[in-house]
């Protein structure tokens, strides 16, 4: 039931920029796009989400391809902190719950 | 920063005893979740509840699991009759409308 697909690992050095890619090539017009995390041992914590725009906050960038097909998380400067595992959700805007996958585990590199 | 906090942080139980999970929800939220997290396995959904009632569970929640809001704070998740296959990381969430979630650090139930 796969709605989104992620490398299931990525590797990032300290202090630089990591892009986290997710594809959802069977996006709706409803659906938004969330991306959260869950750090080692924590619960999972809300990062960013769109619809169309590109959005910023204070945690990360979230660039979203025109077509919404796919989507990238960009963490502009990643500290050891950020190591944790990374969910790309699809949410139709009528549904309440969150469907995990299996994410994105972040490795930072010192 | 508010945040949403559960009780115990570690739950260990006997094979068919009653458990009760406790959260405390965001104080000014609405809506309220649970999610369970089998060792090494993805997040689940397990029930979301709004308004004092269900508003929709998963399969995994079925007549062994309920829910209470039992006063204006706590928010728990009772499990009648605990099976070994119980055993996970029980995530509580709140949300203010029906979009950003704040999950607690979770309990982990130990059923022997």
């Known amino acids: 039931d796969a709605k989104t697909t992620q490398p299931n690992s990525m590797e990032s050095n300290e202090e630089e920029p990591v892009h986290l890619p997710c594809n959802h090539s069977?996006?709706?017009?409803?659906?938004?796009i969330h991306w959260y995390r869950q750090l080692p041992s924590q619960g999972p914590e809300y990062v960013i989400h769109?619809?169309?725009s590109n959005v910023n906050n204070r945690m990360a960038s979230l660039a979203i391809a025109e077509d919404r097909k796919s989507s990238t998380l960009i963490l502009h400067r990643a500290t050891l902190r950020d190591a944790a595992v990374y969910y790309c959700?699809?949410?139709?805007?009528?549904?309440?719950?969150?469907?995990f996958g299996k994410g994105t585990r972040l490795h930072i590199l010192p | 920063e508010p945040e949403v906090t559960q009780t115990p942080s570690h739950q260990v139980t006997q094979m068919g005893q009653e458990v009760i999970l406790r959260c405390v929800p965001i104080?000014?939220?609405?809506?309220f979740y649970w999610y369970r997290q089998i060792l090494g396995q993805k997040v689940e959904f397990l029930v979301s509840?709004?308004?004092?009632?269900?508003?929709?569970k998963s399969e995994i929640f079925d007549d062994q699991f309920s829910v209470e809001r039992p006063d204006g704070s706590n928010f728990t998740l009772k499990i009648r009759s605990t099976k070994l296959e119980d055993s996970a990381m029980y995530f509580c969430?709140?949300?203010?409308?029906?979009?950003?979630?704040?999950f607690g650090a979770g309990t982990r139930l130990s059923v022997l």
């Open positions: 969430a709140s949300s203010e409308g029906e979009n950003i979630q704040y």
């Open positions: 069977t996006i709706s017009g409803t659906d938004y």
């Open positions: 769109g619809l169309t």
């Open positions: 959700i699809l949410r139709d805007v009528r549904d309440d719950k969150i469907i």
């Open positions: 104080s000014n939220h609405l809506y």
């Open positions: 509840f709004y308004n004092n009632e269900i508003s929709e």
